[in-house]
Structures are given as C-alpha cells and as structure tokens.
C-alpha cells in the first residue's frame, strides 16, 4: 500500500497516490506562494504578540491551523492592494483587537494608512513614495519623475486614497499640483474626503524646515 504522508490515505497503486490532492497536501504544495508567505507571516505576528511566545509558529502548524484560510485570505489582500509594511498593519489590527475575518476590509486599511501618514517621519515618507513611483515606472516603462504628468487622474485618485502618494509630495510637488488642477469635482471630493486638508496645512507650517526639505528633493527629483 502507498500512504499520502498528508492525509496519511492509502492507495493500492503508487501512480494513483501520485494523482492525489488532499488538503494537508495542498497546502504544503502552496507553501511558496507570495499571499501564503504573507498570511504565514501574519500568523507568526499574530501569536508572538497574543501569546507573548518567543519561539516562531512553524509552517506545519500554520497549515494545520483552523486559521489557515483566513489568514491566506488576508495575505491574497495584502499582496493585491500593495501594503508594503505588512507587520506595522498586523500590529495595528491587533492593537485595535479587530476580528480575523475582518482584516481584509478596506475600511480598517483605510484607517491604518491615514494614522500612518499622520504620524511617519518627513523622509520615510518621501522615500516609501518615490520607492512607489519606482515600481510604477518600471511596469509603465516609464521614469518615476513622469507619474504626475502621465498617470490617468482616475488611477492617481486611487493611489492617493489607498496611501501610494504621501501628502508631504502631493502637497510639494508643482507636477502633482497641475494634475490635481485636472481632476473632476467627485475626484477632488474623494481625495479631500480621503486626506485631513486642514491638518497637513498646519503640520507643514509648523514644520517649515522639512516642508523646505521635502520641496528641494523633490526639485532635484524632477518632481
């Protein structure tokens, strides 16, 4: 008899055990994919800071767990909204003491990325979205420095309402400036609605030296 070592089902013929996919065996056979990865990493977080554990949960515990689908589904939104601190939004969940099952919702995203913009220092927000311009260069065969002046106003309001674009550059930048100037009203709704206006005016005249910063880097950017 030939034994799955997943499921421990046994089989008369070996080419019969070869065919088989059980759930334990497909799981381990997924082990590499990028929103496993993820979700794995978020079980880890999840019970180092839950259970104060010093000794990391192992990818066959994570495969054996009740929680295995949630959190994939968690790592499946990760990985397509873009989240580039995935622990700093596992931390926050956690500290907010939201439900698994409600990790994967835009809203408590939504929340993350506007406290985080609020409260991240003036060059790690200007890297993380020069660092984005990047990305979208390189898949747009592009150069970072003409995102303000190729990107559709649509996609542009979607990446500055899901936190691409950090508003110490939207607010700097003379490029970003002239595209926001061509967004429809409702666009120009969904951002003000999206960003605390009243809030980054005072945060950047009160900060008169890393407002000066932020718009002599993005000068020599090109931006």
């Given at each position: 008899m030939f034994k799955c070592e997943y499921c421990k089902k046994e089989y008369k013929k070996e080419s019969t055990l070869a065919v088989h996919l059980c759930e334990p065996k497909r799981r381990h056979m997924q082990k590499g994919e990028p929103h496993v990865q993820l979700g794995f990493r978020a079980y880890q977080l999840f019970y180092q800071i839950g259970t104060n554990s010093k000794k990391d949960k192992t990818y066959d515990e994570f495969a054996k767990s009740q929680y295995y689908i949630a959190f994939c589904k968690f790592g499946y939104y990760c990985r397509d909204?873009?989240?580039?601190?995935?622990?700093?939004?596992v931390k926050y969940l956690l500290g907010k003491q939201i439900r698994l099952d409600h990790w994967a919702r835009d809203k408590h995203f939504t929340e993350w990325m506007k406290d985080r913009q609020k409260t991240e220092s003036t060059d790690r927000a200007v890297e993380r979205t020069i660092i984005f311009l990047e990305k979208w260069a390189l898949e747009n065969n592009s150069s970072y420095?003409?995102?303000f002046e190729d990107i559709s106003p649509n996609l542009a309001t979607f990446h500055i309402c899901s936190g691409k674009i950090s508003p110490w550059v939207l607010f700097n930048s003379d490029s970003a400036q002239n595209l926001i100037d061509t967004f429809s009203s409702e666009q120009l709704k969904m951002v003000t609605n999206y960003l605390d206006v009243d809030f980054w005016q005072r945060?950047?005249?009160?900060?008169?030296?890393?407002t000066r910063w932020t718009k002599d880097i993005l000068a020599k950017a090109g931006l």
């Open positions: 909204i873009g989240i580039d601190d995935v622990q700093g939004y420095n003409k995102y945060k950047m005249n009160v900060n008169p030296d890393d």
